[in-house]
Each structure stands twice: as C-alpha cells, then as structure tokens.
C-alpha cells in the first residue's frame, strides 16, 4: 500500500515550452501533497506544499506563477513548470502525506527527471 | 530553526561490513524522526522512523534509535549488502500542527563485493 507514482518518469524539452508533470496516490487519498526539487549530489529542496481544494502554499524563493501546482482531487497533483529554461533542469520528487496511529508519514513518487534544451 | 546533519560521504564499505551512518538534529521540540533511502534514479523510500525518544525504528535489517539526550538517530546494520548502495536521507518532522519534513544532506553508502 501507500503508493505514489509520477507521470512522465522523464522528459526532454525545447526552452521556453511548458512541462507538466502529475503526481498520483495509488491507493489511498492524501489530503496533502508535497512537491521537491533535487540537485545533483543534494538534498531535497521543498518547492511547495499542496492541499486539495486550495492553492499551494510555496517556500521563500520559489515562483508560484514559474512552478503552477493544481491539486484537482484527493488523489492528484499537477506541477507545471511554465516557460521552461535550461536552469529548470532537474529531478523533481513528489510526496503524498497519510495520517495514521503514528502520525503523519510521507510517501514519496519516483521522480521525474526534467532536461532542457 | 530545526536541522537535520548527516556525516559526510560516500561511504564505501566491503559486503558484509557494519554500517553506521551518523545524524544528529536539533529542534525546538521533540520531532518525529525519519531515515529515507534513495535508489539510483529513484525517488525516496521510507526505511524506518521513531516517533519519540528510546523507540527504535527497523526494517530490512536496518536500525536506529531515537536518542534525545545526544539528539541522534544513527543508523546502523549489522551486515551491509551491495544491494544496499544508495544515498540515505535522514529527516525529521515536528509534530505539532503541520510540519514539513527537513531533510539533511543525505549519505552516499557504496558497497563493493
């Protein structure tokens, strides 16, 4: 159970073209919906928290109008990254959050891999 | 603010060596604790958590224990697999009202034959 898969798992875009990439919970709902950017040899680097229903909350730094996240149902997220650029490149990671007897536990979509020309 | 710190790696061990992959943190309160695995070309897997000081969270052989006095969460097994090669991700989360997790650096673990 608990699973969380990404749409594409990779993609190759001309610059300046929009991209977006979905994120679904399986087999469960997930109120919320967290997406993250990964750098070569780096940590995660969380862009955005999405809750179904309303509009992301987005960390100190991070284009909300450059990164457009929609969290249409209980079950999917959207990230699109709009007018992408070469320094757009990168692995980007979704997580869906489950609240059980021991709290809250995230879990993580395999990733999509974004490389632009 | 909260912090996660991971030991520097790679990490290069033989099969069948002990692994022991430090994390220290610090927090305002007493969060919840999270080690997280990545796989070549994948996104993060959960391998255990502790939710509270003295639990000690296993799975596949691997263990950590959640040491409030010394603010850790080492991670250790007995006996490594080159199966075992990835990057760990240590984490914790704040249990108060929402929280997002704050991941350290992560570890790369190496395991030849």
């Known amino acids: 159970g608990a699973v969380v898969s990404q749409h594409p798992s990779w993609v190759i875009c001309k610059s300046g073209t929009s991209v977006k990439i979905e994120c679904r919970s399986l087999d469960f709902q997930a109120t919320t919906m967290f997406w993250y950017r990964q750098f070569p040899k780096q940590s995660l680097m969380l862009m955005a928290t999405?809750?179904?229903?309303?509009?992301?909350?987005?960390e100190q730094g991070v284009e909300k109008d450059k990164f457009l996240i929609n969290h249409a149902s209980l079950t999917l997220s959207t990230l699109t990254v709009t007018s992408a650029h070469p320094e757009d490149s990168s692995f980007y990671i979704c997580?869906?959050?489950?609240?059980?007897?021991?709290?809250?536990?995230?879990?993580f979509g395999p990733g999509t891999r974004l490389l632009v020309l | 603010g909260n912090s996660v710190t991971q030991m520097e790696g790679p990490v290069t061990l033989s099969e069948e060596a002990f692994l022991t992959i430090n994390c220290t943190y610090t927090?305002?309160?007493?969060?919840?604790l999270f080690w997280y695995v990545q796989y070549p070309g994948e996104g993060l897997q959960l391998l255990l958590k502790?939710?509270?000081?003295?639990d000690k969270g296993s799975n596949k052989g691997f263990e950590a224990t959640y040491r409030k006095e010394t603010t850790s969460f080492h991670l250790e097994k007995g006996s490594v697999q080159v199966s075992d090669s990835a990057v760990y991700f240590c984490?914790?989360?704040?249990?108060?009202?929402?929280?997002?997790?704050?991941f350290g650096t992560g570890t790369r673990l190496l395991v030849s034959p």
């Open positions: 997580s869906a959050s489950v609240r059980g007897r021991g709290g809250e536990t995230q879990y």
């Open positions: 927090a305002t309160g007493y969060p919840s």
């Open positions: 999405s809750n179904e229903g309303s509009k992301a909350t987005y």
């Open positions: 502790a939710t509270k000081a003295d």
């Open positions: 984490a914790l989360r704040m249990n108060t009202g929402f929280q997002k997790l704050v």
